[in-house]
């Protein structure tokens, strides 16, 4: 038995008596380095608290009325050592703000001196994170303030936290459209590691003297139980607020599609919080980057959650989002109460950060430690105020982790929490839904970011011709067979492509196929295939057109399209192929691609730009 001073144990006695007589108990301490405190000294376990470490003995006196026994027990205490510490901290050099005090305890089997340690540490941690100093007027230098990382903890089990800053400088082009960067720095920030919660960027700023633009990119980094999951931080939550700098300075966003670099490696996408600056040696700036002070454990990713942003059939897309509690179980409802109905927000012009598409429905769980079911779903508003489910939606599924680029299929389940089909009540006033009933038992204490299963697959323009090439348009044939045996050609579709040197741009094309439909009921996905390739519309060719978007010169071999599919669950996302050439339409190497249904959330189809082809008119 392990015994730690001021901490209770137990001691109990057994005893019998042969007459079947009462039995009476009385505890007491007979020797010890101090007087322990003893309660429930007549009954058979005793409590004892002692007060100092050392060696003690306890004797337990048992009598039936005619005879008393009595036994003792030894028991070695050990040292348990109890600190409480305050800590003040204060602003530094060139900055201002109010001290700031935190006391913290702590305790410790090694010793005294280790439990001081322990509790100042905490103290000064919590007194660092309280802190807010500003740069005074004459200051020189590049600060970033950044949150609390101790606050992100905050309810969150086993969680440790850390930032990490890349910093790269552009070294050709111009600062929105780079050609060429340069990697600076990518100092790891952590909750302890930071100085009144500013981290000093001077030193990496001042090796490049002069008029520069630098790149900060910020990844946000999570570990749970020894795993480890990183969440990419959007461009938007780097601000410069410091008002009067010294100098030329400005802040935007750049979109890093164009320029492939170690910073830019997140699904092959990256958006840049871009500081431009007249003189690094002469300027005083001070940046904050806005995590927000607690961490959402219970949050959306919107990206993708209305359809009609990519174009399908009218009127299929909703305006609404639905949170409401259920009465009851999915299985069997009740009734349900709308807690919220917003519109959401989406940013299709930056559809690949994610962060800037989530939303936080965390305070309206209020930490719930029972069971709850609450309904989340895409809704129409109706003139009258009413809401319109559609019954065939697929609805939720949770992220398989923070990390963006690991994304799993619907069914998915967290400890303490799953997603279901909600049925329909007796009284009709429940309309039914796929995946829509989110179940908790308790709510979960780690973070959860549940997503609607909406993939869509997009096309890397990027290059896709030189400008001395005549193409203005790709053609899609939609292939009745398979692409080395087709029996026909289904629907066919072109689209106009634009700036070959700009990917971010309107004509980095959502594939809107009337065949992804069936994308809203995944289980009933039929794979299909397809052939692209690189084509000039003919405006002014009259008559009747093969194509019924109209004529076309399409170029055999001039659309190949790159095998980069994901692997989820164990099956990949496409296949690439050769087309055999049906009818009018010729062959085509890499060209046809075949649509499988294990959709990971979006997939871009990369494709390798092939100059010339002898031209074939439809």
């Not at 007796?426 to 038992?441: E, H, L, M, R, Y």
């Amino acid at each position: 038995m392990v015994v730690y001073a001021t901490i209770p144990l137990s001691l109990s006695a057994s005893a019998s008596s042969p007459g079947g007589g009462t039995l009476s108990y009385r505890w007491s301490q007979t020797s010890g380095p101090s007087p322990a405190v003893l309660t429930n000294t007549a009954s058979p376990t005793v409590t004892v608290t002692a007060p100092v470490p050392g060696n003690y003995v306890f004797s337990c006196a048992v009598g039936d009325g005619f005879v008393t026994n009595t036994l003792t027990k030894g028991v070695t205490v050990l040292p348990y050592f109890v600190s409480s510490q305050s800590y003040t901290a204060s602003c530094g050099a060139n900055t201002a703000g109010a001290p700031v005090t935190r006391t913290a305890g702590a305790t410790s089997l090694v010793s005294q001196a280790d439990a001081d340690a322990v509790a100042l540490a905490a103290a000064v941690s919590a007194a660092n994170a309280a802190l807010r100093c500003d740069p005074v007027q004459g200051f020189i230098g590049w600060r970033l303030v950044v949150p609390s990382l101790a606050n992100f903890a905050s309810g969150v089990t086993s969680a440790v936290f850390s930032v990490q800053l890349r910093i790269a400088v552009l070294t050709s082009g111009t600062p929105l459209k780079p050609v060429s960067i340069a990697p600076v720095a990518s100092p790891i920030y952590t909750s302890g590691s930071l100085t009144n919660n500013l981290a000093d960027l001077s030193t990496y700023f001042a090796a490049y003297p002069g008029a520069q633009t630098f790149y900060l990119w910020v990844q946000l980094t999570l570990v749970i139980n020894g795993v480890t999951t990183v969440v990419q931080i959007p461009s938007s939550a780097i601000s410069l607020d410091y008002s009067t700098p010294v100098g030329t300075v400005s802040g935007t966003t750049v979109r890093f599609r164009d320029v492939e670099t170690a910073f830019t490696a997140y699904q092959g996408y990256a958006s840049a919080y871009a500081l431009t600056v007249g003189n690094t040696s002469f300027s005083a700036v001070q940046m904050t980057l806005n995590l927000s002070s607690t961490w959402d454990t219970f949050s959306l990713n919107l990206h993708g959650w209305d359809n009609r942003a990519y174009g399908v059939k009218p009127g299929k897309g909703y305006d609404r989002l639905a949170l409401s509690v259920l009465t009851g179980t999915p299985a069997a409802p009740l009734r349900d109460t709308v807690l919220d109905v917003r519109s959401a927000p989406y940013n299709l012009n930056d559809p690949y950060d994610f962060a800037v598409n989530r939303i936080s429905y965390t305070p309206y769980f209020n930490g719930a430690a029972g069971s709850a079911v609450y309904l989340l779903r895409r809704v129409r508003a109706n003139a009258d105020g009413s809401l319109s489910y559609d019954p065939n939606e697929t609805g939720l599924r949770f992220e398989a982790s923070l990390n963006q680029q690991d994304y799993t299929t619907p069914g998915l389940s967290f400890p303490g929490a799953s997603i279901s089909n909600l049925a329909e009540n007796d009284a009709g006033s429940i309309t039914p839904g796929n995946n829509v009933a989110v179940s908790f038992n308790p709510f979960p204490g780690n973070p959860v970011l549940v997503a609607y299963p909406m993939p869509r697959f997009t096309l890397s323009a990027f290059k896709w011709r030189l400008s001395t090439d005549p193409y203005t348009h790709v053609f899609v044939a939609i292939i009745n067979g398979t692409p080395g045996n087709p029996t026909g050609i289904g629907n066919q579709y072109a689209f106009p492509l634009d700036d070959p040197a700009v990917l971010d741009g309107p004509n980095n094309l959502f594939l809107n196929l009337a065949e992804f439909d069936t994308l809203l009921s995944p289980t009933g996905f039929t794979p299909f295939s397809a052939v692209f390739y690189s084509a000039v519309y003919n405006p002014s060719v009259t008559g009747r057109s093969i194509s019924p978007v109209g004529n076309y010169t399409i170029y055999p071999n001039s659309f190949p399209l790159l095998r980069n599919a994901r692997v989820v669950n164990g099956a990949v996302t496409y296949t690439i192929s050769n087309f055999a050439g049906f009818s009018a339409y010729p062959g085509a190497v890499n060209g046809a691609i075949t649509f499988s249904g294990n959709f990971a959330y979006g997939e871009t189809l990369y494709h390798a730009r092939v100059n010339g082809g002898q031209a074939f008119s439809l």
